[in-house]
């Protein structure tokens, strides 16, 4: 199981990044969780697919600006989980996380029942997509919970930086021992940092 105080972004990867990890991202960004996604084997730039778009929208959420990331054009960051719908995915990737600081997990391991294998909708029948999205969806929601009480219990430091983004967010990361402060809504870690406190609101400046 990943550490989740060392989570500072949820990164949904599999192949192609047009069905799968890219609903799982705006799933997580409705959460109000920093998220990105990409593919294994994909084209940068390419859309989304015509059922994954239509499916999203009947689930309230809109593919339509989505595109597409290769992963020779993706930034890995230390504190990205990095959550694959495949077993084979994560065997991909472990080469290219060694030394990033950055996690591999089975999203499908947070669904209920758990879903190590979530099956690419691409390759099977079109009625399969919303069975593919609710198993995301309920996958990111229970990791959402339990990102939560990390978040809640974090110490509430930012830097100089960033200041005016957790004045309107309020979100937060964890402060591992011994390392400086992140603001869970950029990721930063800033050699000065302020300590945080409440600020009057939305648009304000440091």
Not at 28 to 40: H, K, T, Y
Not at 86 to 92: C, D, V, Y
Not at 118 to 133: G, K, N, Q, R, S
Not at 142 to 167: D, F, I
Request: with cysteine; net charge positive; hydrophobic share 35%.
């Amino acid at each position: 199981r990943p550490e989740l105080g060392r989570v500072r972004r949820l990164v949904f990867v599999c192949l192609g990044n047009i069905n799968r990890s890219a609903y799982g991202q705006v799933v997580a960004e409705r959460r109000g969780l920093p998220a990105a996604s990409f593919g294994l084997s994909t084209t940068t730039g390419h859309a989304a697919t015509p059922q994954a778009i239509a499916t999203a929208r009947t689930l309230g959420l809109d593919l339509d600006a989505h595109r597409a990331t290769d992963m020779a054009d993706f930034e890995i960051r230390p504190g990205d989980l990095l959550l694959v719908m495949e077993i084979r995915h994560a065997r991909l990737l472990a080469p290219r996380v060694a030394g990033t600081g950055a996690q591999i997990a089975l999203l499908g391991c947070w669904a209920r029942p758990r879903r190590p294998h979530i099956h690419d909708p691409h390759t099977l029948d079109p009625a399969y997509f919303p069975t593919c999205f609710a198993v995301i969806d309920d996958a990111v929601g229970r990791l959402s919970g339990a990102l939560r009480p990390v978040r809640a219990s974090a110490t509430k430091t930012t830097c100089c930086t960033c200041r005016p983004r957790w004045q309107a967010a309020r979100r937060w990361s964890t402060t591992p021992p011994n390392s400086k402060a992140c603001c869970w809504t950029c990721g930063c870690s800033a050699a000065t940092r302020r300590r945080a406190s409440p600020g009057p609101g939305p648009g304000a400046g440091p």
